[in-house]
């Protein structure tokens, strides 16, 4: 298999989100197909190349029992395999307080273990998670599909 040539690929910088990234931060999730709730410009890095075009972003996301989600890791496709979502996780769990959750597809596990993110018992979840996981466990069910993983770090 033959290695990226990171060399094309355009330098970029890590940086908090503005306001004035809302629509970008959207329109990115909604290319990537993943959860487009809870989108709050605040919660956000962006990764940014020199021409200001948006690669990619993540969320620490907070919910209404008190815990805190990593979400919204996304990067655009011409850009994925470099290091870039990597660099998004590893600024935002740097100050994270923890326990920390994360929802992902079940193919995503492996990737969200090497960060120290373990699948969360039930009797662990906070209330929001333990309402996603039957609601989505629920709705998956009946359209014959896993439901999500959800995963927690401790340390």
């Given at each position: 298999?033959?290695?990226?040539?990171?060399?094309?690929?355009?330098?970029?910088?890590?940086?908090?989100?503005?306001?004035?990234?809302?629509?970008?931060?959207?329109?990115?999730?909604?290319?990537?197909?993943?959860?487009?709730?809870?989108?709050?410009?605040?919660?956000?890095?962006?990764?940014?190349?020199?021409?200001?075009?948006?690669?990619?972003?993540?969320?620490l996301k907070p919910h209404r029992d008190g815990s805190l989600e990593l979400a919204s890791i996304a990067v655009e496709e011409a850009y994925r395999g470099r290091g870039i979502a990597r660099a998004v996780i590893e600024h935002l769990l740097e100050n994270a307080p923890r326990p920390l959750y994360l929802m992902c597809r079940p193919a995503l596990g492996d990737l969200y273990r090497r960060f120290g993110f373990r699948p969360a018992a039930e009797e662990t979840l906070p209330p929001y998670f333990r309402r996603i996981r039957r609601y989505i466990g629920f709705a998956a069910g009946l359209a014959r599909q896993d439901g999500p993983l959800i995963m927690r770090l401790d340390d």
């Open positions: 298999m033959k290695s990226p040539d990171l060399s094309a690929m355009p330098a970029y910088k890590l940086r908090a989100a503005r306001e004035s990234d809302q629509p970008a931060i959207r329109a990115l999730i909604h290319t990537v197909g993943i959860n487009p709730f809870g989108l709050d410009w605040r919660h956000f890095i962006l990764a940014e190349a020199p021409d200001g075009k948006l690669l990619g972003c993540g969320q």
